[in-house]
């Protein structure tokens, strides 16, 4: 069954604007992890956050994870048209296959 | 390179018609597995191998046969392909499986069409 589920499903911004996507999920988690697939390409690990972080940074990419409201954002700082992809949440519950999001698909307008 | 390869990247085939898709990786890990990402993109696991086991399968037709010949390969056989099989395969892999922390590796998709 479907896990997380971002929010929202598509987001148009500009260049240099930040974007933020949203994911929430239903069960308990080991971690969640986002990935981005650029249009006809596979899925790409982006980040990962344990169950017992609430904060995680990678260059321009800010994870947070509210385990208590079961909830994730992904956000990217000072956006490039480059970013333009989709991005999916995926959890992990401990001994099953990581499970996906439907996906935001973003769209950075230069 | 170090990466997850699949073949073909196209596929397209009549109704009825039996198919297959390769799935290759180089990174040693010990856990493969099958995708199908559908028109919305909804990205759904088919098949996961562990060592060239099964240990995964979800609710997919028995038309789907998967075949790992070794921990480094494994290939997706389906038989009379129907319109709903249209989307996109992906083939990924992970360090293990049930690792916790294990991130997963994408192949590049064949996208089918079935005609």
């Known amino acids: 069954s479907q896990q997380g589920e971002e929010d929202p499903q598509a987001l148009s911004i500009q260049e240099g604007e930040n974007a933020t996507m949203n994911c929430s999920y239903k069960?308990?988690?080991?971690?969640l992890q986002w990935y981005r697939q650029n249009s006809g390409r596979g899925l790409v690990h982006l980040i990962l956050?344990?169950?017992?972080?609430r904060e995680k940074h990678s260059g321009r990419l800010r994870v947070t994870l509210d385990t208590s409201k079961k909830s994730s954002s992904l956000l990217i700082t000072a956006s490039r048209a480059a970013d333009t992809a989709s991005y999916f949440c995926?959890?992990?519950?401990?001994?099953?296959?990581?499970?996906f999001g439907k996906g935001t698909r973003l769209s950075v307008i230069a | 390179d170090t990466a997850v390869s699949q073949t073909p990247k196209y596929l397209v085939t009549q109704m009825g018609n039996d198919k297959s898709i390769k799935c290759e990786q180089n990174?040693?890990?010990?856990?493969m597995y099958w995708y199908k990402q559908d028109s919305k993109k909804f990205l759904k696991i088919m098949f996961s191998?562990?060592?060239?086991?099964?240990?995964i399968n979800e609710t997919v037709p028995n038309r789907f046969s998967p075949k790992s010949p070794d921990k480094a390969h494994l290939n997706l056989h389906i038989n009379s392909l129907e319109l709903g099989d249209s989307a996109v395969y992906f083939c990924?892999?992970?360090?293990?499986f049930g690792g916790g922390t294990d991130t997963q590796y994408f192949g590049p998709g064949t996208r089918l069409t079935v005609l």
């Open positions: 956050i344990r169950s017992n972080e």
């Open positions: 990174l040693g890990h010990d856990t």
């Open positions: 995926a959890t992990n519950s401990g001994n099953t296959p990581l499970v």
């Open positions: 990924a892999s992970s360090p293990r």
């Open positions: 191998y562990n060592n060239k086991e099964l240990i």
């Open positions: 069960t308990s988690i080991n971690n």
